[in-house]
């Protein structure tokens, strides 16, 4: 069993900061790509970020230089620092990870969301 658990959302006003996290856990043998995901209220679910098991990283154009994507793999973690937060920027923030168990192949994960809401 592998287990996705986000943390950090809440609630902040126009310009604040928060800092999520994504850690995995379970009877983990390696974990490649991560990813950051978001969905507003009917609209779909879209890519934020994006971090390589190597450290390579991908941003989406409306958080480039705003949001920051990083990684811990001993401690099996992801983080995504938050910016100059926007009034759009409120979604569902969800993880994704690829994860491999022992004896297997990679496989994709999801985590169960975390609220971030930016308003005043």
């Known amino acids: 069993q592998v287990q996705l658990v986000e943390s950090g959302g809440g609630l902040v006003q126009p310009g604040g900061s928060l800092r999520l996290s994504c850690a995995a856990s379970?009877?983990?043998?390696?974990?490649?790509?991560m990813g950051w995901y978001r969905q507003a209220p009917g609209k779909q679910r879209e890519l934020v970020a994006s971090i390589s098991s190597g450290g390579t990283t991908t941003y989406a154009d409306s958080v480039r230089g705003r949001f920051t994507i990083s990684r811990d793999n001993a401690k099996n973690t992801m983080y995504l620092q938050m910016n100059a937060l926007k009034p759009e920027d409120t979604a569902a923030y969800y993880c994704n990870a690829d994860i491999r168990l022992p004896y297997r192949t990679f496989e994709g994960y999801w985590g169960q969301g975390t609220q971030v809401t930016v308003s005043s």
């Open positions: 379970g009877s983990i043998a390696s974990i490649g790509a």
